[in-house]
C-alpha cells in the first residue's frame, strides 16, 4: 500500500524545472506533500483532496489524478531553496481509522 | 505561537537502558504522531493518537516501544531495553484534526544508542 515515490533522487540548476510522481495501487482519497530539509523536521507544502485539482505553492503545484492514482509535484523555476527530500503521504479513504501512508522520499538538489 | 516541541533534543544511551522521549504538540490539537526516521530513509509510523479514541499502535516495532497521552495533551514514547537499531531520530508531530489535517512537525530527537 505504500505509494511509489520517483525519481530517487533529481540534481537541478537553479532555474530548471521538475516533477516529482507519487503513484498507489490503491484508490486514493487525498494526497499530502511535504518537503524536509536537512537536517531540519518535514515541513507541510499541500493536501490535494479531489481528483484533477491543482493547488501552489510559490512556484511549487500539484496534481491529483483520481483515475491513474497519482499525484505529481511541479516544480517551476527550481530555487536553491527547493532542496531537500520531498515526500507524499496518502489517505485511501475519509474514515475515522485511518493514517497517512508515507512513500520513501525523492531527494531533490538544486546547484547554482 | 508555539510550535511541536520535543525534547530532548539528543538522547545518547548505553544498550539495555529504558529511555523516555517528550512531545509537547500545539495547543487544541486533538492528533498527535510519533515517527522514527533513520538516516536518509523515509517517516516510519510508529503511533497515533486522536482525541479520547484508542491510540492507533500498529507502526510500534516491538513491545519494548510504548506511547502514552496524558491529559490529550503532552506525549510520552517510551522504549525499554534500547537495542543498537533503535538508534534513529524520533519525530513527533500534530494536527488540529486527524490524518486529514496539515501536520505539525518537532524538531525530532535524535536517540544513539551505543
Known amino acids: 500500500q505504500q505509494p511509489v515515490q520517483s525519481p530517487q533522487a533529481v540534481i537541478l540548476r537553479e532555474g530548471e524545472d521538475a516533477v516529482i510522481n507519487c503513484s498507489s495501487s490503491k484508490a486514493l482519497y487525498s494526497v499530502h506533500w511535504y518537503r524536509q530539509k536537512h537536517g531540519e523536521a518535514p515541513v507541510f507544502l499541500m493536501i490535494l483532496l479531489k481528483g484533477g485539482e491543482q493547488k501552489g505553492h510559490e512556484k511549487i503545484s500539484a496534481s491529483f489524478n483520481e483515475k491513474k492514482q497519482q499525484s505529481s509535484l511541479y516544480l517551476t523555476a527550481s530555487q536553491l531553496s527547493y532542496s531537500g527530500t520531498y515526500f507524499c503521504?496518502?489517505?485511501?479513504?475519509?474514515?475515522?481509522?485511518?493514517?497517512?501512508?508515507w512513500g520513501l522520499g525523492t531527494s531533490l538538489a538544486v546547484n547554482p | 505561537g508555539a510550535g511541536v516541541s520535543q525534547s530532548p533534543s539528543n538522547k545518547v544511551t548505553e544498550k539495555g537502558k529504558d529511555v523516555e522521549l517528550r512531545c509537547d504538540p500545539i495547543s487544541g490539537h486533538t492528533a498527535l504522531y510519533w515517527y522514527r526516521q533513520s538516516l536518509g530513509q523515509g517517516l516510519e509510523f510508529l503511533i497515533y493518537?486522536?482525541?479520547?479514541?484508542?491510540?492507533?499502535k500498529s507502526g510500534l516495532p516491538s513491545d519494548r516501544f510504548s506511547a502514552e497521552r496524558t491529559g490529550g495533551s503532552v506525549s510520552t514514547l517510551t522504549i525499554q531495553r534500547t537495542q543498537q537499531e533503535d538508534s534513529a531520530v524520533y519525530l513527533c508531530?500534530?494536527?488540529?484534526?486527524?490524518?486529514?489535517?496539515?501536520?505539525?512537525f518537532g524538531p525530532g530527537t535524535r536517540l544513539t544508542v551505543t
Open positions: 508531530a500534530s494536527s488540529l484534526r486527524g490524518p486529514g489535517y496539515e501536520q505539525y
Open positions: 503521504g496518502t489517505l485511501f479513504n475519509a474514515g475515522n481509522n485511518r493514517k497517512l501512508i
Open positions: 493518537f486522536q482525541g479520547n479514541s484508542a491510540p492507533d
